[in-house]
């Protein structure tokens, strides 16, 4: 009796730290603080006003009155994010992925999880990696082909184009991975694209039924080695078509499209990145070939830190658990504290955006684009759990990101082929912004939908001379500092 009773007093002595945390006050009943915690990519720095004045972890207030749990320290969202089964995610959330994905690998929990992320880790990991480099870098070929073919021909010194970049990267990203192809160029519609990577599937069990189900798993597209790795599981243990459709193409897209808008802007960056890509001996690189251009590197790395995918990941404590913090934080009574008490059901809001971008770690010039940041980190950026570059854009732990290699690897072929033929810039007359779901479009035009137009130019190099000639210099290109 007298443990039951100790624990009794324990459970009522120690609230939630939804109620003893420090935070900002609601902006409104209906919305709370959502205004600023789910706009992504938020344009002032409302978050590191917030820490600096509430810590690094905070209480804020959610939709209809309801109040969550804000934190921007790493050691918190390493240790939620290794514990999903304590931490799974929002029901709701839970719904539209399964509707988007089926019962795949991101829905998945527990034993199923494991299972479904063993059939398709040999599909990402460097291996694989390496014998798909030659089908990337030749996808990234054709958009730059027909850029050069069809809106510069005849070639002009001058001739500047205007782009909407955001449809060729959406349809490159979709034939990185072996879904979708050119006939996907003029209809992007859900319904479309699930047709055609349905048919892609079946050509490639097809394949592989051709080669025996107990081939070895290589191939020269990710969706044919997912779909021999699948058929070599029994048939009752295989994934459904839906969750191998479910590549994450489309994130990688908005990725692409965020990093040639911070390279459009950022004269010195292109300039830099053109000419160490054009170091290289041919346009088609290897995997080591593309790993060993170290501005390149450092140009991903800046661009994940700044524009993640996902600015944020709510969980819920599924019973009452303790949080530990790499940062103390000042409670309501004045108080410091090293870790804060969950009970089953509060939400916590993880939010990657901040903790990349927050000044105590990355220093004052955190929401700059400054690729040379990675030649030397702090030692405190070397402390943040990361999957690559020490950025949190890819999560940690068991449901990490499985296709961060792929990414990575296709945004860099990506911008190594684009930037050593095109001279890239902006339309100062044009603010690029972000919708509520991370997608670049302009200020004035939401109604459009995502978009993200570029100025375009062709970009000739003398290698025998090694001179390099521009297009006239266009008029967004002085203003674009």
Same mark, same amino acid.
């Not at 420090?22 to 409302?46: F, K, Q």
């Given at each position: 009796?007298?443990?039951?009773?100790?624990?009794?007093?324990?459970? %009522?002595?120690?609230?939630?730290?939804?109620?003893?945390?420090?935070?900002?006050?609601?902006?409104?009943?209906?919305?709370? +603080?959502?205004?600023?915690?789910?706009?992504?990519?938020?344009?002032?720095?409302?978050?590191?006003?917030?820490?600096?004045?509430?810590?690094?972890?905070?209480?804020?207030?959610?939709?209809?009155?309801?109040?969550?749990?804000? *934190?921007?320290?790493?050691?918190?969202?390493?240790?939620?994010?290794?514990?999903?089964?304590?931490?799974?995610k929002q029901r709701i959330m839970m719904n539209v992925l399964r509707n988007l994905t089926g019962e795949g690998l991101v829905? !998945?929990?527990?034993?199923?999880?494991?299972?479904?992320?063993?059939?398709?880790?040999?599909?990402?990991?460097?291996?694989?990696?390496?014998?798909?480099?030659?089908?990337?870098?030749?996808?990234?070929?054709?958009?730059?082909d027909a850029w050069k073919k069809k809106l510069f021909e005849p070639v002009s010194d001058s001739g500047w184009q205007d782009?909407?970049?955001?449809?060729?990267?959406?349809?490159?990203?979709?034939?990185?991975?072996?879904?979708?192809?050119?006939?996907?160029?003029?209809?992007?519609?859900?319904?479309?694209?699930?047709?055609?990577?349905?048919?892609?599937?079946?050509?490639?069990?097809?394949?592989?039924?051709?080669?025996?189900?107990?081939?070895?798993?290589?191939?020269?597209? &990710? &969706?044919?080695?997912?779909?021999?790795?699948?058929?070599?599981?029994?048939?009752?243990?295989?994934?459904?078509?839906?969750?191998?459709?479910?590549?994450?193409?489309?994130?990688?897209?908005?990725?692409?499209?965020?990093?040639?808008?911070?390279?459009?802007?950022?004269?010195?960056?292109?300039?830099?990145?053109?000419?160490? !890509? &054009?170091?290289?001996?041919?346009?088609?690189?290897?995997?080591?070939?593309?790993?060993?251009?170290?501005?390149? +590197?450092?140009?991903?790395?800046?661009?994940?830190?700044?524009?993640?995918?996902?600015?944020?990941?709510?969980?819920?404590?599924?019973?009452?658990?303790?949080?530990?913090?790499?940062?103390? %934080?000042?409670?309501?009574?004045?108080?410091?504290?090293?870790?804060?008490?969950?009970?089953?059901?509060?939400? %916590?809001?993880?939010?990657?955006?901040?903790?990349?971008?927050?000044?105590?770690?990355?220093g004052s010039d955190a929401l700059l684009f400054r690729p040379e940041r990675f030649d030397k980190i702090p030692d405190a950026?070397?402390?943040?759990?990361?999957?690559?570059? +020490?950025?949190?854009?890819?999560?940690?732990?068991?449901?990490?990101?499985?296709?961060?290699?792929? !990414?990575?690897?296709?945004?860099?072929?990506?911008?190594?082929?684009? %930037? /050593?033929?095109?001279? &890239?810039?902006?339309?100062? /007359?044009?603010?690029? *912004?972000?919708?509520?779901?991370?997608?670049?479009?302009?200020?004035?035009?939401?109604?459009?939908?995502?978009?993200?137009?570029?100025?375009?130019? /062709?970009?000739?190099? +003398?290698?025998?001379?090694?001179?390099?000639?521009?297009?006239?210099?266009?008029?967004?290109? !002085?203003?674009?500092?």
């Amino acid at each position: 009796m007298y443990i039951v009773h100790k624990a009794i007093r324990v459970y %009522i002595a120690t609230p939630s730290a939804i109620h003893t945390l420090c935070g900002p006050e609601s902006l409104s009943w209906l919305a709370g +603080n959502n205004d600023v915690l789910r706009t992504p990519y938020h344009p002032n720095a409302t978050f590191e006003r917030w820490i600096k004045e509430y810590g690094t972890t905070f209480s804020a207030h959610g939709f209809f009155g309801s109040k969550e749990v804000f *934190t921007a320290d790493p050691q918190a969202m390493a240790f939620i994010l290794n514990q999903p089964r304590d931490f799974p995610k929002q029901r709701i959330m839970m719904n539209v992925l399964r509707n988007l994905t089926g019962e795949g690998l991101v829905v !998945a929990e527990g034993p199923e999880h494991k299972r479904q992320r063993k059939i398709i880790n040999p599909a990402f990991g460097v291996t694989a990696m390496r014998g798909v480099t030659p089908m990337i870098i030749e996808v990234a070929h054709e958009p730059r082909d027909a850029w050069k073919k069809k809106l510069f021909e005849p070639v002009s010194d001058s001739g500047w184009q205007d782009i909407d970049v955001l449809p060729w990267l959406s349809n490159t990203a979709l034939d990185m991975v072996g879904v979708a192809g050119s006939n996907v160029a003029n209809n992007r519609s859900r319904a479309v694209m699930e047709r055609i990577g349905s048919q892609m599937v079946m050509e490639k069990k097809s394949e592989a039924g051709q080669l025996g189900e107990s081939s070895p798993v290589r191939g020269k597209d &990710l &969706l044919g080695i997912l779909v021999r790795a699948n058929l070599q599981e029994k048939a009752a243990e295989r994934l459904d078509d839906k969750t191998l459709l479910a590549a994450g193409h489309e994130t990688t897209a908005v990725v692409m499209a965020w990093a040639l808008e911070a390279i459009a802007k950022t004269p010195s960056v292109q300039s830099k990145l053109r000419d160490e !890509a &054009l170091t290289y001996a041919n346009d088609s690189p290897s995997m080591e070939g593309l790993n060993s251009l170290p501005y390149l +590197n450092n140009v991903v790395k800046e661009i994940l830190r700044l524009k993640p995918p996902f600015t944020g990941l709510r969980r819920t404590a599924q019973s009452d658990m303790i949080v530990p913090l790499a940062q103390p %934080i000042i409670d309501k009574n004045e108080k410091e504290v090293q870790e804060i008490f969950l009970r089953s059901g509060d939400s %916590i809001l993880m939010h990657l955006y901040a903790i990349n971008t927050r000044f105590d770690l990355w220093g004052s010039d955190a929401l700059l684009f400054r690729p040379e940041r990675f030649d030397k980190i702090p030692d405190a950026v070397s402390e943040i759990p990361s999957m690559f570059g +020490n950025v949190t854009s890819f999560g940690v732990g068991p449901k990490a990101c499985v296709g961060w290699r792929m !990414a990575v690897l296709e945004i860099k072929a990506l911008l190594f082929t684009l %930037i /050593r033929e095109f001279q &890239l810039d902006v339309d100062p /007359r044009m603010t690029i *912004t972000s919708s509520v779901v991370p997608r670049p479009q302009v200020q004035g035009q939401e109604d459009k939908g995502p978009q993200l137009p570029l100025r375009v130019a /062709r970009f000739h190099h +003398n290698r025998e001379e090694g001179t390099a000639q521009l297009g006239t210099t266009s008029t967004a290109g !002085a203003q674009s500092n």
